[in-house]
Each structure stands twice: as structure tokens, then as C-alpha cells.
């Protein structure tokens, strides 16, 4: 497994930015998959955005295509989520997590929450108007 920290999260006005980090340690970090989800009070856990292991493929919730971006740093062992022209929607705690598949299994999928077997233990983001 991997063990992962997310950072990043905070309080920001709607129309705001905010970047997610997410720093891996344990299994090699270029053989995981990695994906960001969230969790919003009373609701279930939703996949926001994820990435292949090399970095080639993308994947994003519809709710936030256009406006957040993941992105990896293979040298870093660290997973971005940059999240642009925030929401009051948006807000939730996010978790990063990683998952051990390959880009043929992962692109089919990569929103289930069993693609992953690492979890961080989340940060929370408040968009307030």
C-alpha cells in the first residue's frame, strides 16, 4: 500500500483557487494510479478527478471539467488537484487515494472507489460566498 497526506485545503470565497497536494510514501509512487474523490456532509463519497500512472490519461467528474486540474509529479511522489472558479458546491473534505492498476483497467475504472486501496485522511475545502 501507499501512505498518502493530502494538504492544501482551507477557506476560500467563491470564484477562488485552491491547490490540493498529496504526498505518497510507501509503494513506488510511478507504479500507483492515483485519484482525488470527495466527501460532502450527509452525502456519499463522489470521484472528483484521477490520473494514470504515467500521467497520460485524465479522468474528472462532470461537475468539475473545465475547472480542476490533477496533475502528478512522478520526482515528488506527489498528486495536484488545482481547483479554479470554486463553488459553494465544492465544498467537502477530499481525499486523495491510490490505486495498483494498469492504464487498461484504470480507464474503465477509475471513479469506483475499489479501484483504490490507499486513502489519505482528507482536508477540508470551504467555499463561502
Known amino acids: 500500500q501507499v501512505q498518502l497526506v493530502e494538504s492544501g485545503g482551507g477557506l476560500v470565497r467563491v470564484g477562488n483557487s485552491l491547490r490540493l497536494s498529496c504526498a505518497a510514501s510507501?509503494?513506488?509512487?510511478?507504479?500507483?494510479?492515483m485519484g482525488w474523490f470527495r466527501q460532502a456532509p450527509g452525502k456519499e463519497r463522489e470521484f472528483v478527478a484521477a490520473?494514470?500512472?504515467?500521467?497520460?490519461?485524465?479522468y474528472y467528474a462532470d461537475s468539475v471539467k473545465g475547472r480542476f486540474t490533477i496533475s502528478r509529479d512522478n520526482a515528488k511522489n506527489t498528486v495536484y488537484l488545482q481547483m479554479n472558479s470554486l463553488k459553494l458546491e465544492d465544498t467537502a473534505v477530499y481525499y486523495c487515494?491510490?490505486?495498483?492498476?494498469?492504464?487498461?483497467?484504470?480507464?474503465?475504472?477509475?471513479?469506483?472507489?475499489?479501484?483504490?486501496?490507499?486513502w489519505g485522511q482528507g482536508t477540508q475545502v470551504t467555499v463561502s460566498s
Open positions: 490520473i494514470s500512472r504515467s500521467g497520460g490519461s485524465t
Open positions: 510507501g509503494r513506488t509512487f510511478s507504479s500507483a494510479a
Open positions: 487515494a491510490a490505486g495498483p492498476f494498469g492504464d487498461t483497467y484504470f480507464s474503465r475504472n477509475y471513479y469506483l472507489r475499489s479501484t483504490y486501496d490507499s
